[in-house]
């Protein structure tokens, strides 16, 4: 579950924008493209131009999604690390004032050091 309210590790996994929760489209403004998508068991986490947008999936059918939307311009700092030889994954961890601190685990195999590159583009501005 995707609930920036808590301190808990998010495991996610890349995922094609296909795949991606058809609501989230409607959300996008005229400018706004997708960057990445990510998702858990049911959550997903869009990073697109302009925002992360999450969607928290709750109750036992699923048919109640919670969307949150944070713009970049909201994040005050953040930090990547890398995937090691014995541990394939890699992290991002964003700080928003009005929630604290944020932690993302992305599995194996994602280039967060290039997505680090696009990220900062878009909070640095």
Known sequence: MIDFTKSIVF???PMPIEEMLEPINKFLIDDEKILSAF???RDQLIFTNK???SANVQGITGKKIDY???PYSKIQTFSVET???LDRDC???IYISSIGKIHFEIKGGFDIVSFNKIISGFVLK
């Open 11 to 13: 495991k996610l996994e």
């Open 39 to 41: 998702k858990t068991i």
């Open 51 to 53: 925002r992360i947008i």
């Open 68 to 70: 949150t939307s944070i």
């Open 83 to 85: 995937a090691g030889v």
């Open 91 to 93: 992290e991002l961890e």
